[in-house]
T-cell receptor
Framework: EAGVTQFPSHSVIEKGQTVTLRCDPISGHDNLYWYRRVMGKEIKFLLHFVKESKQDESGMPNNRFLAERTGGTYSTLKVQPAELEDSGVYFC?????????????FGEGSRLTVL | GQNIDQPTEMTATEGAIVQINCTYQTSGFNGLFWYQQHAGEAPTFLSYNVLDGLEEKGRFSSFLSRSKGYSYLLLKELQMKDSASYLCAVRDPTGANNLFFGTGTRLTVIP
């Protein structure tokens, strides 16, 4: 079974440019999450989709970030315009329903470097 | 807010036992997780505790005391491949399914 896949694995852009990160969750997982790890800090929650609906976007830093999950399958996270402080590793995770363990399956992350 | 503390780095010897502690201060409690993350790879699930006590899974065990806001991950018979970051995370106490992470403990296993 394929795991959570993310693309690109690494992106280097200049301040002011736009970047779109993609996440393909495990097939059949209704729940999809975006997390971010800024250098030296903890992994922080950004938002949660249930199918195509945003269940919780309380962690989104500001309106330069836009997440979509059209059709309830893959998701994209767009940063426009990118700022220096947006650099970090963006993790996507998915889970099936709301299992008792709440186990999230993570992707390997997309490393974003804003110069 | 949620506050989760764990040591930044630890070093242990191959074949030994190591205990990685995690303390948390949260507005409620809805489960605690340990994840392992090798450099450049995805965090992978190790254990889940929601009730007090010890959960054992092979060489790894995890303990929880809800009254003390404390958990530890115990790794026995350490192997070189256990060198990784170990992330303590608590589930959002509001009942949502997202996690609040600590900064992680980077464990180095030496021969």
């Amino acid at each position: 079974e394929a795991g959570v896949t993310q693309f690109p694995s690494h992106s280097v852009i200049e301040k002011g440019q736009t970047v779109t990160l993609r996440c393909d969750p495990i097939s059949g997982h209704d729940n999809l999450y975006w997390y971010r790890r800024v250098m030296g800090k903890e992994i922080k929650f950004l938002l949660h989709f249930v199918k195509e609906s945003k269940q919780d976007e309380s962690g989104m830093p500001n309106n330069r970030f836009l997440a979509e999950r059209t059709g309830g399958t893959y998701s994209t996270l767009k940063v426009q315009p990118a700022e220096l402080e947006d650099s970090g590793v963006y993790f996507c995770a998915s889970s099936y329903g709301t299992p008792n363990t709440g186990e999230l399956f993570f992707g390997e992350g997309s490393r974003l470097t804003v110069l | 807010g949620q506050n989760i503390d764990q040591p930044t780095e630890m070093t242990a010897t191959e074949g030994a036992i190591v205990q990685i502690n995690c303390t948390y201060q949260t507005s409620g409690f809805n489960g605690l997780f340990w994840y392992q993350q090798h450099a450049g790879e995805a965090p992978t699930f190790l254990s889940y505790n929601v009730l007090d006590g010890l959960e054992e899974k092979g060489r790894f065990s995890s303990f929880l005391s809800r009254s003390k806001g404390y958990s530890y991950l115990l790794l026995k018979e350490l192997q070189m491949k256990d060198s990784a970051s170990y992330l303590c995370a608590v589930r959002d106490p509001t009942g949502a399914n997202n996690l609040f992470f600590g900064t992680g403990t980077r464990l180095t296993v030496i021969p």
